[in-house]
């Protein structure tokens, strides 16, 4: 699955998903931050789910409607289960997410939000 990871994720979980046969980019890589919106612009051109720590992503794609290709938020999850954490969620719920899903994994509880 194509993939855009948000800075804020750990920058290991870069490898592990790529070796998992993940086509990853990280927002981390790049020479500067281009702000949420303009990372959401470029998932969406990519077609790139966005796998990031914040929740302003989902506020740009729910309230101001912006597009997307997906959005998976890790809420909690320590930097380590990062990478194993995203390849459980895109195993049971990758065609959601490639159909534009909102997902939030938290410690306790998953949430989806079809879009």
């Avoid at 470029?42 to 790139?48: K, L, S, T, V």
């Avoid at 912006?66 to 459980?88: E, F, K, M, N, T």
Wanted: proline share 3%.
């Amino acid at each position: 699955m194509k993939l855009l990871l948000d800075t804020c994720v750990w920058g290991g979980a870069v490898q592990r998903l790529r070796e998992w046969g993940h086509d990853v980019v990280w927002s981390g890589d790049w020479d500067t931050d281009p702000g949420d919106q303009e990372i959401l612009r470029i998932a969406h051109q990519e077609g790139r789910v966005l796998i990031t720590l914040d929740k302003d992503f989902g506020e740009l794609a729910i309230v101001f409607r912006y597009p997307h290709a997906g959005i998976l938020r890790l809420a909690g999850i320590p930097s380590r289960q990062q990478a194993y954490s995203v390849q459980s969620v895109l195993e049971g719920y990758g065609g959601a997410l490639g159909q534009g899903a909102i997902v939030t994994l938290d410690q306790d509880r998953l949430r989806i939000r079809n879009e």
